[in-house]
Nanobody, 122 residues
Framework: QVQLVESGGGLVQAGGSTRLSCAAS????????MGWFRQAPGKQRELVAA??????DYGDSVKGRFTISRDNTENAVYLEMNNLKPEDTAVYYC?????????????????WGQGTQVTVSS
């Protein structure tokens, strides 16, 4: 059993930066994929970024602005968010999956965090 707890986010001005953290209880070493998803009101959940031991993938809308990183020794994954835009406003969820392809192609994961709100003001 894995529990994921997100932190960070909050209210940020457009053009600003913030960093999300996700701490996992239990070992995540066996999980191939870790990622961040987001869901805005009235919209479907979408992949923001994913990382495996050899790959990273980003949603088109965040490429060049967001960076995902993973620390297996600390059982954590991070999302550095720069040049934020109002359209980045959403609840951000941390997730882990045994299959990287299932996460990046089907938005599927084995465990999810509760989510943390990021609001970008214009």
């Amino acid at each position: 059993q894995v529990q994921l707890v997100e932190s960070g986010g909050g209210l940020v001005q457009a053009g600003g930066s913030t960093r999300l953290s996700c701490a996992a209880s239990g070992s995540i070493f066996s999980f191939s994929a870790m990622g961040w998803f987001r869901q805005a009101p009235g919209k479907q959940r979408e992949l923001v970024a994913a990382v495996s031991r050899g790959s990273t993938d980003y949603g088109d809308s965040v490429k060049g602005r967001f960076t995902i990183s993973r620390d297996n020794t600390e059982n954590a994954v991070y999302l550095e968010m720069n040049n934020l835009k109002p359209e980045d406003t959403a609840v951000y969820y941390c997730a882990v999956a045994l299959s990287y392809s299932r996460m990046t192609t089907r938005n599927l994961a084995d465990y999810w965090g509760q989510g943390t709100q990021v609001t970008v003001s214009s």
